[in-house]
DNA sequence: GCCGTTTTCGGCCCGACTGTTTTCAGTCG
């Protein structure tokens, strides 16, 4: 079952999509997709407002509300199954062909009878296609082009990979000598958990040099686009790459623009605009003169705009503007915060590393505190016992002496379908900290599967839920539960929920740790390092709980030992034996 | 279709590149 505010957002994605494709207004296009993007990072469940309280939420009005309203009652849109009938799903389907828009998709459609993407590739191989008036030979070879890479490529590239295709590129271009500054902006800069291109900007007075080193990189398969100021290239790996290179006097205002998000870049320049101003990649400028009032650095442009300058991992249009007008952006959470790692293997179990090569390492980071949390015994795979467990808590106490950060024993439990744990009570309360993760049974039913995570973090002796969802980015989807009911246990029992690093995990994802943390919720900012290179992950971690807007103070790892302590030891006091938890009400944002 | 510190009507972000044209529409970000 898809949560209901899931279900608006898609509907209201769809119906702009529709309104795209039958030439629709493109303002009200932009109405239905401002609302679909709203609803979809509300944190309350819409689907027992009526229509005044819909009206309360920004981008709602009486049209949408009502159409909100209509699919609650009668479990469809009236106006949206009218567009359906005019046009069939596949046209919709030819708008993600990369340049077929839709536009001429409907002009495809319309003309020629095309509904699909199979059919759309019938008519170019047959020459029918040519015929087409504005549809010339090199369209023809794009749309083959499009719709190749449409089928091979699975999804967008995590942000691990891109970044290091990023970083790699900065590289080379620093190294010419009419680069004067190189960095990348766009969806990486934010951090999003994976990006459908890499944007990299170069400050230079002379763009040709720069633009030729550019498309002679070595991991440059195809130029897709050359001009003055802008090329785009395709990488072997099939990334698109884009490359803008702007004089140096513009970099603030470049950066700012590339940065994105498109939302955010909308609502910012609204702000200009209403100022008397006219923001682009150039500068800010006064409309009446043409004259320039900023461009040199991003805080300039933010500040003629009377805004706080935005951390881009904000730049969402998720609120951050309203919040940088009246002061109130959070203080984010950063590497720097983490003062020590709860969620680490070693090769006790299936990490690579030993317990002192892994502790070594953390010491290397200045972390104050460190918890090995080798894996459970009913994962029967990594042959757990209770000896090998005692035996490195052993090792590990003794190890105390050898470096200066305090040392946690700890342990992945495993979350068994029933919502039960390994071990029972007494051999539980004998490690200093214990994160619990679901391994197994992915495909539960959503209410067991709520029931499971709500009773693992009833359990007093779990601390941290590890990787909430469990899905694995492009490989496996999150497992089906209703998070709201788990997110209220977990604040009202004192469990933390996990932000895994891992960058095929990133899990909980942003959009979850913003309703989490509306529920009150803590959070741990963990690695899973399996291996000590591992251990560098953190940055995926904490630019996902940047995403989610989380501070030091939702993050129980940046806090102090002692605190962190407290927060284990509470939750163990005011969970047994009783085991019933005070019910506290959500802190209100 | 939404919105409001000039507005309940009349606005709504801005520019680059491509392909097909003959001066520009469509697409993208």
New binding site residues.
């Given amino acids: 079952m898809v949560r209901p505010d899931e279900a608006v957002e898609a509907l209201l994605q769809e119906f702009a999509d529709l309104l795209a494709i039958t030439d629709g207004?493109p303002?009200?296009i932009?109405?239905?997709e401002?609302?679909a993007r709203t609803i979809a990072g509300y944190p309350a469940d819409v689907s027992h407002l009526d229509v005044e309280s819909l009206?309360e939420i920004?981008?709602?009005?009486?049209?949408?509300?009502e159409k909100i309203t209509e699919y609650f009652t009668t479990g469809r849109i009236e106006?949206l199954e009218r567009l359906r009938e005019e046009i069939p799903a596949g046209v919709r389907e030819l708008?993600k062909i990369?340049?077929?828009?839709?536009?001429?998709?409907m002009v495809l459609y319309t003309d020629l009878g095309i509904a699909s993407v199979a059919q759309l590739e019938d008519a170019i191989q047959s020459g029918l296609l040519e015929e087409q008036?504005?549809?010339?030979?090199?369209?023809?070879a794009?749309l083959l082009h499009g719709i190749e890479l449409l089928t091979q490529s699975k999804g967008r590239i995590p942000l691990r990979d891109a970044l290091a295709t990023a970083e790699e590129i900065i590289v080379h271009l620093s190294a010419v000598p009419a680069c004067m500054t190189c960095t990348y902006a766009?969806s990486l800069r934010r951090m999003c958990e994976t990006v459908?291109?890499v944007?990299v900007l170069a400050a230079s007075t002379e763009p040709e040099p720069v633009m030729d080193a550019f498309t002679r990189l070595p991991i440059v398969a195809e130029v897709i686009?050359?001009?003055?100021?802008?090329t785009s290239v395709r990488t072997a790996t099939s990334l698109?790459v884009?490359l803008r290179v702007v004089p140096p006097a513009s970099w603030g205002a470049a950066l700012q623009y590339?940065t994105?998000s498109?939302e955010h870049?909308?609502r910012v320049?609204?702000i200009?605009?209403?100022k008397g101003l006219?923001?682009?990649?150039?500068g800010l400028f006064r409309v009446d003169d043409d004259s320039l009032v900023v461009s040199e650095t991003e805080e300039e442009v933010y500040a003629k705009l009377e805004l706080a300058w935005i951390p881009p991992t904000l730049r969402e249009d998720r609120g951050e503007i309203e919040a940088a007008r009246t002061g109130r952006l959070p203080r984010l959470v950063t590497v720097a915060d983490i003062q020590g790692d709860l969620h680490t293997h070693t090769d006790l179990t299936d990490g690579a590393a030993t317990l002192s090569e892994m502790l070594a390492a953390a010491q290397g980071r200045g972390y104050h505190y460190y918890a090995v949390t080798d894996h459970a015994k009913n994962l029967t795979m990594q042959r757990m016992t209770d000896e090998k467990m005692l035996d490195q808590r052993s090792r590990l106490r003794m190890l105390a002496d050898t470096t200066d950060m305090e040392l946690l024993h700890g342990t992945e439990l495993n979350i068994e379908p029933d919502g039960e744990v390994d071990w029972d009570a007494d051999f539980l309360a004998g490690f200093d900290l214990r994160v619990a993760s679901i391994h197994s049974r992915f495909g539960q039913p959503r209410k067991a599967m709520t029931r499971r995570l709500v009773r693992a973090c009833e359990n007093p002796h779990v601390n941290i839920i590890g990787h909430p969802t469990t899905r694995r980015i492009n490989q496996r989807p999150p497992v089906n539960a209703d998070f709201d009911a788990v997110f209220e246990a977990a604040a009202a029992t004192g469990t933390a929920l996990e932000v895994n690093s891992s960058p095929d995990r990133l899990d909980l994802p942003d959009d979850l740790i913003l309703r989490a943390r509306h529920h009150g919720v803590k959070f741990a900012v963990n690695t899973d390092a399996h291996a000590v290179a591992q251990l560098d992950f953190l940055r995926y971690g904490v630019g996902t709980a940047q995403r989610g807007w989380l501070t030091p103070d939702d993050v129980i790892n940046t806090w102090p030992l002692e605190k962190l302590r407290e927060f284990v030891a509470a939750k163990q006091e005011r969970l047994t034996p009783a085991g019933v938890p005070h019910r506290r009400a959500p802190r209100r944002t």
């Fill in positions: 207004d303002y009200k932009r109405a239905y401002n609302a009206r920004p981008n709602i009005g009486r049209s949408i509300a106006a708008v990369p340049t077929l828009g839709p536009r001429r998709a008036h504005g549809f010339g030979p090199k369209t023809a794009n766009g459908g291109d944007d686009a050359r001009g003055p100021t802008k698109q884009d590339f994105g498109k870049n909308i320049r609204e200009a605009v209403r006219k923001l682009s990649e150039y």
